[in-house]
């Protein structure tokens, strides 16, 4: 989708929201807090999450963030998983280019506020991009500790042996650490955190970023933040280095080696192939002449001699 | 004839509070995420009394009836500048710093020792004041060296007119990490923040 530009509705003052759907009181709360967040880097900010005209799990937590900060110059992308194409991505930027009339963009390096869903583009971003990511459950440690009392003590007196007790049972158990997702980190040397089910893969592109990075949960109400060039660290023990995941394949589209795949079934027949989650990144090499091995129309390749289907 | 509520001596606020306020916010974003980086802001905003331009729109940008403010004898002796923000922003008033969720200071020499001001609590450390104080200039004069987040490598600071405490002061905020005050420092229509996240040293 490229950049556009209509006359609004909300110039016109005709209807009943505010620009960007939230109210100005709303967004002077969840300011507050962003900056708050900004301030103790990887603490999460407790916030009044508002109600939002989708359902929690949808990304409210990050669409009140991204609502909070978007300006009418500002130019979004929506990725979900990586790909501009997904469902959850065509609807909240949908509903920005409605509710704020911001241009919209696909590609990574023109956006100014880029907000994800599981995944942090394999493009490397600049000092004036904000990453605003969609978080389900904030805290890292609510699968080792549910009574939320207890958590804030451990974050607030830096108590954290059992989350490595926990990494360390992985190693025990199957030789090596388990977790493939929302892999815990540490923040400035302080707070440990959730990064949000981003694969690990993704996990050394926050430490040092240069760009500003907002995480945003709804139904968990709360925000935390790691600002530009703040070390994150991903825990590990001294003889098993954290590393992250790796594959046999090259990207089958763009022949990509360097980013994260998915795996795509192509028939009942065991065929498949890994292709680039950064649907934004594969598509860009694909245009400068990279190509893979099912560039040519994968399900057609793998359906002829099929009869046809209805 | 306009019906509309004209308090007499109150100086207009945003023209366009939606926008500007986002756009003030955006550059504060900025300025919080790369400590002593400064921005400078334009505002429609008729600033009352000492406060200037980038204090005004901050406080308008920031302040409403869930932020205790707390002024510095050099604003809190106009009238109008308690008038001015109760009218725009709603905002009560306090007479104790540690009361304040933001405090503004017009004379940074009178600035209060920072312990006086809200630090946060050990669980809830979000809870700390933000002191948004007025210097003669944003650079020209005594130079610390910053790190931390937000800062690549180093980078100097050097706001004229701090009393001569305050970078011992700051030592002591920062070492309470994540307990600490977070600052704005402002100049005429220029800001810069230090959040308490930042080291300096001499």
Known sequence: ?310 | MSLAYQPSGILPGFNDPVHEAQQVFRQLLEAMSHPSVIVDIETTAESPGEMREAMTALALTLFDADTPVWLDAALAERASIADYLRFHCGCPIVQSPVEAAFALIGSVECLPRLERFSMGDVQYPERSATVIMETPQLTGGAAVVLTGPGIETTRDFDAVGLPDWFWSAWAVNHGAFPLGVDTIFTCGDEFCALPRSTLAEA
């Open chain 1, 1 to 310: 989708m490229s950049a556009r530009k209509r006359k609004t509705r909300h110039d016109d003052g005709e209807t009943g929201y505010n620009f960007a759907y939230l109210d100005e009181q709303t967004k002077r709360m969840i300011r507050r807090c962003i900056l708050k967040a900004v301030a103790v880097p990887g603490y999460q900010v407790p916030f009044g999450s508002r109600e939002m005209p989708l359902p929690y799990g949808w990304g409210t937590g990050g669409i009140q963030v991204t609502a909070s900060i978007i300006g009418r110059n500002d130019m979004l992308k929506v990725i979900d998983q990586g790909s501009d194409d997904t469902t959850n991505a065509v609807s909240i930027r949908a509903f920005f280019a409605k509710t704020a009339d911001v241009a919209t963009t696909e590609e990574t390096s023109k956006a100014s506020v880029i907000q994800t869903r599981h995944r942090i583009p394999e493009r490397k971003l600049r000092a004036d991009q904000i990453l605003v990511y969609q978080v389900p459950i904030p805290e890292p440690l609510r699968f080792l500790e549910p009574r939320e009392t207890e958590c804030r003590k451990v974050h607030a007196y830096s108590e954290y042996g059992v989350m490595q007790v926990k990494l360390y049972e992985d190693i025990a158990r199957y030789g090596r650490i388990t977790t493939a997702y929302a892999y815990p980190v540490r923040v400035d040397d302080r707070y440990i955190m959730d990064p949000s089910p981003i694969p690990k893969f993704d996990n050394p592109k926050m430490d040092n970023s240069p760009a500003l990075q907002l995480f945003g949960a709804g139904r968990e109400k709360r925000i935390y933040a790691i600002p530009p060039y703040t070390t994150v660290h991903s825990l590990d023990f001294e003889d098993h280095p954290f590393d992250v995941e790796t594959w046999d394949e090259p990207c089958g589209l763009c022949g990509a080696t360097d980013s994260f795949l998915d795996e795509i079934i192509l028939d009942d027949q065991g065929g498949r192939m890994f292709a680039c989650s950064d649907s934004n990144f594969c598509t860009a090499r694909r245009a400068d002449g990279h190509t893979g091995q099912f560039a040519e129309d994968p399900i057609e390749e793998s359906r002829k001699g099929e009869p046809a289907h209805v």
